[in-house]
């Protein structure tokens, strides 16, 4: 937005809340080539970090852990080849693969964000307009943005 598209009042205001944020440090800015950008640093923390959040818990109060051994790799890449033989497509859809290997969406999901961030998951959004409550709630989000499709990278 260019400062010459608001009222004096509103760009005040706009000035206010940014140096607000930036002294509750919600927003962090930087300075590239001549401009000034505005970061939200809630947005940024789970790309730079590289802290978890903490483990969930089963019944008895032990954290609940899914370790690269206890998921059927195995499993899910055979039910993913079969999937995109029958269809012809590379992107299959998230739902559609846990309903195929039989692994929980409480095992697939953390799964397929480590093997995306490793590279060997390419995870797509996928059209949430046509998409049914299957496919929406094994949906895995990344960014803040749900992804209803996956693509294995081979080898």
Partial sequence: MCAREVSRDAARKISDAIRELIEERKLIWIGYSRSILFLHKASLMPLISGRKKPAKRD???????????????????????ELTRESGFSDVLISDLQRRSGIGADVLKPWLLLESRAGRALPTRGDWSIADADARAAAIEIAGEPHLRVRFVEG
Avoid: C, F, L, M
């Avoid at 954290?63 to 499993?75: C, G, I, K, L, N």
């Fill in 59 to 81: 019944r008895a109060g032990e954290p609940q852990t899914t370790s690269a051994a206890a998921v059927p790799d195995e499993r899910i890449r055979a039910a993913y080849r």
